[in-house]
């Protein structure tokens, strides 16, 4: 396999250099991780009182990281900046879906925060109250997130995508108070309706006091006397002047609702002082920021990608970050790379469901673009296929710029496997190594290492600073599904492989793989050598009950345009599979659909699919589903197949 070494340009220019800097931090850490953490500690963040102790294990997993210092998530990534020069650079550049734009410097920023703060303290707002913020990917999404920080009010940001339903279920899980939206949203042109989206989930939620509507798209919509004000008649004579709660560094800071296995979402509590350490060092040590850097994280806010490397990320190490409001192909397929020209972006990070998106679209859009001021990528949310990876380094960084294959979960809350950009020779596809003072690890079914070249689960063997604390109103399934499979380690829920360099491959979730006829086969593998295929876009592979091998390969399969979904290409594609990996993975069927279910984050939604060709109905909760047609689409072709049969 090819490896990418770091130009030496880069490496010179880097952060963290071979040699001294990456494998002393690495040693420190290893030979005494509290103090390790307690030293960046120190130099890297504000804190209004020190800790008594760097961390609390006298009650596992209930881990506390600097106990009883104070300190503040707002002040941090705002107050402390604007005492120097700081304060006139952008911190955040906006653009809206139909090219309005607007640019706020640090100052700018912090102003805004202390006025919506001033608002929310004037309700009668105070720390441990819990807000909810359904709102498009406006400049005022942050501006709300920091003010509840400065104030310690509980955020919990409900992507703007999510029915009202699931809107509801979360309020009330939250019992949250206080709601912030706005009268819509821009997406492909259309507004997204999100106060009528309120208006329907509070009919069922009598505990929600306030709800402050930002003035979006002046669509029409019904404000509901008592409960309902503007935003901008609410900071009308407000003072721009708040200061920043003294909090306990384990006051929680968010919390963000993830699907688990069950129907019910589970309600990610992260606290302020660890967080804010980790997203910090992993903004210098990955996403190698410079003073003068332009970085864009592409994803949406709604997610954790969004809350830890769009705003928290950025805004504490002072760089600037670009925020776009819309959808990746609107109006045309080429909108991201105007955007890294027009704003001159330095640091890229997206998913590579977006990247497959852009292979698809084809090379001609990015090529309308100089694209020359990019100088590092990033990749997150699922395995990047090595084909993918190829493309994304060749076409999009001009074979120039490192890509750094970030894994980490809502759960840890900051990147914790990842290459270190200047020091790490690449292999398109991992993920590499854990960074500094992460002690993950793949381990057997009884929580030994697996020897190199061996396959089995991730763990993390020690608690990290930025770990979310527990499920909101339920410790026991905090305990039952992170804490109990592997006794003492955190069970990710990921399968993964340890090459013979030590290299660590995510492999995917734990139940996509896959066993036929005694083989254990990832998902993410298949998948992979399948869009390596020259007509292929996309691929997602289930397994389906099997009488004679246990379960059968079945892949659902997205052609690029000009080729035909034919039973010669499904012929093709299967021995390609065959001839690729072995015989014994051919897929028994390929299934052509002209999209795949997908979260609104982009993940394939395999469970869905695996129902589907189980029972050819699906049942389970399909509330984070992007486009419900693709689904009906699908199990229609399923019924198709059995009356075939
Ligand atoms: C997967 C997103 C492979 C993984 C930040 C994890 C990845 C889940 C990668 C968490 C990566 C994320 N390589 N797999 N670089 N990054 N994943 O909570 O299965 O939305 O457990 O957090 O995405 O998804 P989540």
Redo the contacts with the bound molecule.
Sequence with gaps: MDLYQPSKEFAERANLRAGADYEALISDARSDPEGFWEQIAESELHWFRKWDSVLDDSEHPFYKWFVGARTNMSFNCLDRHCQTERRDRPAILWEGERGDRRELTYQQLLEAVQRFSNVLKARGYRAGDRAILYMPMVPELPVAMLACARLGIIHSVVFAGFSSEALKTRILDLDASLVVTADGGWRRGKVVPLKQAVDEALDDCPGVRDVIVYRRTRSEITMQQGRDSWWDDLEAGVPADCPAEELDSEHPLYVLY?SGTTGKPKG?VHTTGGYQLQVSMAMRWVFDIKDEDIYWCAADIG???GH?YIVYGPLLVGTTTVIYEGAPDYPGPDRFWSLVDRYKVNVFYTS?TAIRAFIRFGDEYPGRHDLSSLRLLG??????NPSAWEWYHSVIGGGRCPIV????????GS?M??PVPGVTALKPGS?TFPLPGISADVVDGEGRPVKPGGEGY?VVRKPWPSMFRTLWGDPERFIETYWSQMPGLYF???AARKDEDGYIW????VD?VMNVSGHRLST?ELESTLVRHTAVAEAAVVGMPDELTGQAVIAFVTPIRGNDPTDELAAELRDWVAQQIGKFCRPKQIRFSDALPKTR?G?IMRRLLREIVTTSRVTGDITTLEDLSVINRLAAQQDEERDGD
């Design positions: 993830t990610i997610w954790v990608t830890s590579p990749s997150v949310g699922e395995p990047i294959d970030t894994w980490w979960q809502t759960e840890t990147i496997i990842s993920g991730l990710v829920g990921d995510v492999l995917g979730r996509d993410a984050s993940k």
